[in-house]
C-alpha cells in the first residue's frame, strides 16, 4: 500500500468529477425542476442554518468581542474596548501560562493511555470467548457514570486518611502509617490522579470506538496471514493497526478535543489547585470573579487550540480517504 | 428534580425530621438518597442531626420554631400591603426559622414579605445578585451579603446608615467599618464569624501543657510533643489542621498568617499594596513549615470540612476553624465531646505581632433598584435588631454582631462558648482587603490564596520571590480601580 504513488488516485478522482459534471447528466441549476429542487433545498436548510447561527456563531462571536473589552459583571466601569490588553495580561499571568501546560500534560498523557490501553480492551473483547457479551456490556460501566459521581468517587478512593489506596498500600508495607500520601494534595502527583481517574473513564469509550473499527476488517484477511505462516504480532502491525487507522482517528479526535476542553473532573475533584488546573478551570474562575471580558480571552484561546487539533485531525483523515 | 413539586416538600419533611432528631443515621441516608439528594447536603443533614442530638433547642422540639424571637418595638405600621422581597439564607434547617421570624415581622407590620432561598455557594449566590443589580431590576429589594461583598455592592445598595443609627446598640465597629464603602453603609451587620483556634484539653493536660499555645512557636512545640506520644497508638494522629487548598478560606488562614506576625494586610485602607514585607514572608514561610510535619500533607487541598473531619475524629491536637464547629464537635456522638476548647488564634514574633482572626459573616443589604425600600429597611431594621439578633443566636446558634447580646443570659445558656469569643470579635478581627479594593477584591483574593498555595506546597521554590511576584500581581489589579 505504502508503495502505490500517492498522486494517481487524487488525479483521477478529480478527474471523474469534472467528467460528470460538463457531460450534464443530471438536471442543472438553470433548468427549471433544478431551479425548483434548489430552492427546496434552501428551505430545507434554512432552518438549521438560522439556528447554529443562534447558537453557536453569535456567542462565539460574541466571545471574541468581549475579550477585547474589560466588562465586568455587576460594575459601575464603563465597558470599553481595550484592544489586546486582555491578552497581554493572559499570558503575562504565571497562573494562566501554568494551566496550559497542565492542559497540554494532561491531554498528551491521559490521551496516549487511553488509546494503548483502549486498543488492548478492544482486541480482547473482539476477540472470541465464552460470555463475551457480558464482558462488553460490564466494560461500559466507568463510562456510563456521571463523571461528577466518579471524581467524587475517586477523591475517597484518593484521601490521605480514610481512601482505599492508601489504605492497600499501608497494609502492604509500600507506604508508612504514620505519613500517608496526600495524593491530590502533593503537587508532584495531582495531575497523575486526574489523568489515572480520566484513563480509568474513558478506556471503554476509546475501546468501543476502537472495536468497530476492528469488526469491519474482512476475517478472511487474517486467515490468508494465517496461511502465509504470520505471526500474530505481524498480523497486527501489517493488517489491524493500518485497517483500523481511520476509527483510530475519529476516536483520537473526540479524546484529543475533549481532554483539551478538560473542566469537570478537575473542578470536582481539585476545584481550583494551581497544580492541576486546567485553560478551562481558569477560564471558569475568572468569569465566576466578574471578569467577562478577560476571562473570555481564555475561552477564546481554548476555541482557538482546539479548532487547529480539528484541523490536523481532519487534514489527517483526508490523507487518508484519498 | 425541582420540577416535580413533591421532591422540595419530601426534603422540606426529611429536613424537618432531621432538625427533631426523629430520625437515625441510616434512616436519613437510605431517604436522602431516595430523593438524590447530593453526598454534602447529606452531610450538611447529619451535622444538623448531630447538633439536634445534642439538646440544643430544636426548631420543632419542645419548642415551636421561633419561640424565642420577641418583636421589637418601635417598627413602623403605615406600611401596611407593602410588598417586599427577601433573599436569605440558602434552602437548609435555617429556612423554617426565619420563616417565622418573617412571619412575626408580617403580623407586626402588615408588610408582605417573600422569602427566597439564596445559593448555598456564596459565588454563585454573588453571581445572581449581580445578574439581577446589573440590569437595575427591582426582583430584590434586601438581601443578605457576605463580609467580602460591601465593595462590590457599593453601586446597587442603599445608604443604611439611618437604620444602624435607630437600632441604637452597640455593634462592633470593625463590621461597621468593614461595610461602608464610598461613605455609605451598604449592609446592617447581621451574624458574624472568626477564625479561632480549636484545642484538646485532654491533650493539653496529658503532656503536660496548662494554658493553650499563645504564639506559633509554642504551638509548633506542643503539636510536636503530642504527636510525638499519640503516634504510638495511632500512626495518623496530626497535630494541627487548617484550610490550606486553592479558595477563599485559604485567603483568610493566611491573612491570619500574616497579619498575626505583624506583616500587616494584602492591601491597606488606601489601596496600596502592603503584603511584600519580610514579616509576611516569614509567616507564609513558618506555614509551609507545617504541611508534612505538624500538619497533615494532605491540608493543603482541604477546606473547612476536611480539616474538621480529621479534628472530629480526634485525630489532631488543633484546629484552625469557624465557631461552627463547636456546636458539631459538642454532639452528643462526637469523639470529642467534653474534650476540647476554644481560644484566639495563637501570635507570631516580631514587632507588631498580635492575634488576629479573620472577619466573616453576612449583613442585611436593600437594593437601590427596590420599589419599597422603606419597607425593605424596615425588613433590615427588624432582622438585624438586639431581639432578633438574641434568637438567631439561642436557636440557630449564629454569633450576633452587637455586644450586649453576647451578655444576655439566655444566650449564654444556649452557647456557653460564646463569652470567650466575645473579645476575640471586638479586638482582633482583622478584615480582607474588600472594602478598599471594591468589585476587583475576587481578582485580589485569587491572586493571593492562589500564590499561598503554591508557596505551601513547594510549587513556588522562593518565598521572597513568590512574594514580589504576587504583590506585583495584585498591583497590575489594582491598577483598575
New interface residues.
Given amino acids: 500500500m505504502a508503495l502505490q504513488p500517492e498522486a494517481q488516485p487524487l488525479v483521477t478522482s478529480q478527474a471523474a468529477v469534472s467528467a460528470t459534471k460538463s457531460k450534464g447528466r443530471w438536471a442543472g441549476p438553470d433548468s427549471a425542476i433544478g431551479r425548483q429542487q434548489e430552492r427546496l433545498g434552501w428551505m430545507l436548510v434554512v432552518p438549521s442554518v438560522l439556528i447554529v447561527l443562534l447558537v453557536a456563531v453569535y456567542p462565539l462571536i460574541r466571545t471574541f468581542y468581549l475579550s477585547f473589552t474589560n466588562e465586568r459583571l455587576g460594575s459601575v466601569r464603563p465597558t470599553r474596548w481595550v484592544g489586546w490588553d486582555n491578552y497581554t495580561r493572559l499570558f503575562d499571568d504565571s497562573l494562566f501560562r501554568h494551566s496550559m501546560i497542565n492542559t497540554i500534560e494532561f491531554t498528551v498523557i491521559s490521551v496516549a493511555i487511553e488509546t494503548v490501553l483502549g486498543m488492548v480492551v478492544a482486541l480482547v473483547i473482539h476477540s472470541e470467548f465464552k460470555g463475551r457479551g457480558m464482558v462488553r456490556t460490564a466494560i461500559l460501566v466507568p463510562w456510563a457514570v456521571p463523571t461528577v459521581v466518579s471524581a467524587l468517587l475517586w477523591q475517597w478512593m484518593f484521601n490521605d486518611f480514610f481512601g482505599v489506596i492508601n489504605s492497600i498500600l499501608i497494609r502492604l508495607h509500600l507506604m508508612s502509617a504514620s505519613h500517608p500520601k496526600s495524593w491530590t494534595a502533593d503537587p508532584s502527583t495531582a495531575l497523575g490522579a486526574v489523568v489515572a481517574v480520566d484513563v480509568w473513564k474513558t478506556i471503554p469509550f476509546m475501546a468501543l470506538l476502537l472495536l468497530a473499527g476492528l469488526q469491519v476488517i474482512p476475517s478472511d484477511v487474517y486467515e490468508a496471514a494465517r496461511v502465509d505462516g504470520a505471526s500474530k504480532w505481524y498480523q497486527f502491525w501489517t493488517i489491524t493497526l493500518p485497517l483500523v487507522r481511520p476509527a483510530l482517528l475519529v476516536a483520537l479526535i473526540f479524546r484529543t478535543l475533549d481532554a483539551f476542553r478538560i473542566f469537570d473532573l478537575i473542578y470536582v475533584m481539585m476545584k481550583y489547585s494551581p497544580a492541576t488546573m486546567s485553560i478551562a478551570v481558569y477560564t471558569q474562575q475568572q468569569i465566576g470573579n466578574q471578569r467577562i471580558g478577560f476571562g473570555s480571552a481564555p475561552a477564546v484561546i481554548i476555541f482557538l487550540c482546539v479548532g487547529f487539533l480539528a484541523f490536523i485531525y481532519t487534514r489527517l483523515i483526508k490523507v487518508e480517504e484519498v | 428534580m425541582r420540577q416535580h413539586g413533591y421532591v422540595p416538600n419530601a426534603v422540606n419533611e426529611l429536613m424537618r425530621e432531621v432538625a427533631e432528631g426523629r430520625l437515625s443515621r441510616r434512616d436519613l441516608l437510605r431517604r436522602g438518597a431516595a430523593l438524590g439528594l447530593s453526598?454534602s447536603l447529606m452531610g450538611t443533614m447529619l451535622d444538623v442531626q448531630g447538633a439536634g442530638a445534642q439538646g440544643t433547642p430544636s426548631p420543632a422540639g419542645a419548642q415551636p420554631v421561633g419561640y424565642s424571637i420577641v418583636v421589637p418595638k418601635g417598627l413602623r405600621t403605615d406600611l401596611k400591603g407593602k410588598q417586599v422581597t427577601f433573599v436569605g439564607s440558602s434552602e437548609g434547617p435555617g429556612v423554617p426559622f426565619e420563616e417565622a421570624a418573617l412571619k412575626k415581622f408580617m403580623d407586626a407590620t402588615g408588610i408582605q414579605v417573600k422569602r427566597i432561598s439564596g445559593a448555598e455557594s456564596t459565588?454563585d449566590r454573588?453571581?445572581f445578585?449581580?445578574?439581577i443589580?446589573?440590569s437595575q431590576a427591582s426582583d430584590i429589594d434586601a438581601c443578605m451579603i457576605d463580609v467580602i461583598w460591601p465593595g462590590?455592592m457599593e453601586?446597587?445598595a442603599v445608604d443604611l446608615a439611618d437604620v444602624l443609627k435607630a437600632e441604637n446598640a452597640d455593634f462592633f465597629k470593625r463590621i461597621v467599618e468593614n461595610n461602608t464603602s464610598g461613605g455609605m453603609l451598604i449592609g446592617v451587620p447581621w451574624y458574624t464569624d472568626a477564625g479561632i483556634l480549636y484545642y484538646r484539653t485532654d491533650l493539653l493536660q496529658k503532656y503536660g501543657f496548662s494554658n493553650p499555645p499563645t504564639t506559633w512557636d509554642e504551638l509548633e512545640t506542643q503539636a510536636k510533643k503530642i504527636i510525638a506520644g499519640e503516634?504510638a497508638s495511632d500512626?495518623?494522629f496530626t497535630g494541627f489542621v487548617w484550610q490550606?487548598?486553592?479558595?477563599e478560606g485559604l485567603t483568610c488562614d493566611g491573612l491570619e498568617w500574616q497579619y498575626s506576625n505583624g506583616g500587616g494586610t494584602i492591601v491597606d485602607q488606601d489601596a496600596k499594596v502592603t503584603v511584600d514585607n519580610d514579616q509576611a514572608i516569614a509567616a507564609f514561610d513558618r506555614a509551609k513549615g507545617w504541611v508534612?510535619t505538624i500538619s497533615?500533607?494532605?491540608?493543603?487541598?482541604y477546606q473547612e470540612e476536611d480539616a474538621r473531619g480529621?479534628w472530629q475524629?480526634g485525630?489532631s491536637a488543633f484546629m484552625r476553624n469557624w465557631p461552627y464547629a463547636y456546636s458539631l464537635g459538642q454532639a452528643k456522638d462526637s469523639l470529642i465531646l467534653n474534650k476540647f476548647d476554644v481560644t484566639g488564634l495563637p501570635k507570631g514574633s516580631g514587632e507588631g505581632a498580635s492575634s488576629a482572626a479573620c472577619l466573616g459573616g453576612w449583613q442585611l443589604m436593600v437594593s437601590k433598584y427596590s420599589k419599597s425600600q422603606d419597607a425593605a429597611k424596615e425588613l433590615v431594621k427588624y432582622l438585624a435588631s438586639p431581639e432578633l439578633q438574641k434568637a438567631y443566636a439561642i436557636e440557630r446558634s449564629l454569633l450576633p454582631t452587637i455586644s450586649t447580646v453576647y451578655n444576655d443570659a439566655d444566650v449564654i445558656a444556649a452557647n456557653p462558648y460564646y463569652k470567650k469569643l466575645l473579645p476575640i470579635f471586638q479586638g482582633g478581627a482583622v478584615a480582607r482587603p474588600s472594602t478598599a479594593c471594591k468589585?476587583l477584591y475576587?481578582?485580589v483574593s485569587?491572586a493571593y490564596f492562589?500564590a499561598l498555595?503554591?508557596i505551601i506546597?513547594?510549587?513556588a521554590g522562593d518565598t521572597k520571590s513568590a512574594v514580589k511576584?504576587l504583590a506585583s500581581?495584585i498591583q497590575?489589579i489594582l491598577q483598575?480601580l
Fill in positions: 453526598a459565588t454573588l453571581r445578585y449581580l445578574q443589580f446589573s462590590v453601586p446597587h503516634k500512626p495518623t490550606g487548598a486553592a479558595y508534612n497533615p500533607q494532605g491540608v493543603t487541598a480529621v475524629g485525630k468589585d475576587p481578582d485569587t492562589t498555595n503554591q506546597t513547594g510549587q511576584d500581581k497590575d483598575d
